[in-house]
Nanobody, 115 residues
């Protein structure tokens, strides 16, 4: 049974930082591309950042220079370090594991940035 469990969300003031974690089980973590997505109220889910099995990263333009995705294959965990947070970063953040058309999702963790 595949499980992706996000943690680290919460309430933070604008300009602050949060670190999200996503612990995976039930998959061979190291061979999966991992990603973070977010969905704000009334909006569609959008990609935030991704990291391949080889460690290559990609970011949405809106978070470049502020967010950093990383992975620890020994801990089966992917992280999203979020700095200089803005109110528009408020959303539910979801972890995704993907490989050859197979995709798994976590339940999400809520990030709220107050102005």
């Amino acid at each position: 049974q595949v499980q992706l469990v996000e943690s680290g969300g919460g309430l933070v003031q604008a300009g602050g930082s949060l670190r999200l974690s996503c612990a995976a089980s039930g998959i061979t973590f190291s061979i999966y591309a991992m990603g973070w997505y977010r969905q704000a109220p009334g909006k569609q889910r959008e990609p935030v950042a991704s990291i391949t099995s080889g460690g290559s990263t990609n970011y949405a333009d809106s978070v470049k220079g502020r967010f950093t995705i990383s992975r620890d294959n020994a801990k089966n965990t992917v992280y999203l370090q979020m700095n200089s947070l803005k109110p528009e970063d408020t959303a539910n953040y979801y972890c995704n594991a993907a490989r050859f058309g197979i995709s798994y999702w976590g339940e999400g963790t809520l990030v709220t940035v107050s102005s």
